[in-house]
């Protein structure tokens, strides 16, 4: 009794050899699956040139966790804008929030993020807010990526419930809040050049992911083609 042939039509010489003939033709096609090869952070840094990196999203999405981590791995500056308005106005944000009302706690941010992407290649995680401006999407149109960390509203509550100095959340109904702000926000942070979906997962494991979202980005800026983008 002969055995029956697969059902794929390949034989089990061919799948061995990992060489599989075309129909109607002698000549051996070798099946072969190129996995794709990861960029490495030298080459991401090389493709960036001036370029800042800037992350934008709500709060809690990881914007200054995973900002900080691909900062380390592309050996570049670090800055995160909510902590750059604290040094600067030496107030924290509930206090300056306080103080001086949001207006101005938006008037500040404008200036502070302009000014800190013009100094140079840096990575740059902005405030929740900062994207929804369009002076500042402007701005980090003209000299920097921007990637937005979307996050669903399970994980974002779940993160910021850690900290209470988040004065928008400062709230009976923080979840209500946040879902508005989802509402409200994600079609503007849509506009970024990037979406990394982030999840509950190692910030490595995130920080890579955007390593390499980065990368196809900058790649088909470069060349053609292009991945991981919203547009
Ligand atoms: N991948 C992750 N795994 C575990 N915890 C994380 C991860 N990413 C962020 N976190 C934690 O979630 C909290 C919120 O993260 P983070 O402060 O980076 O958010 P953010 O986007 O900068 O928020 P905000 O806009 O309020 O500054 C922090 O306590 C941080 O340590
Ligand atoms: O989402 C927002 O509007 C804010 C987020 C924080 O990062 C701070 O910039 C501030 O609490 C406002
Ligand atoms: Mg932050």
Redesign the pocket.
Known sequence: MSIPPRKDGIDDESRESGCLERPGSHRPVRAVTLAAVPHSATDVRALLGRKVVVFVG??GAGKTAIGRKLAQLLDLPFVD??HE?ETVSRMT?PEL?ERYGEPE?RAL?QRVIERLLREGPRVVS?????F?NPHTREAIASFGVSIWLKADLDLLMERVAKKQ????LKNADPRAVMAK?MADRYPVYAQADLTVETRDARRETITEETLQALASHLQGRAGSGSAGETQ
């Open positions: 709500l709060m804008s909510d308005i944000i929030f706690f941010e902005t405030g929740g807010g900062a929804m100095n988040r004065p928008l702000l």
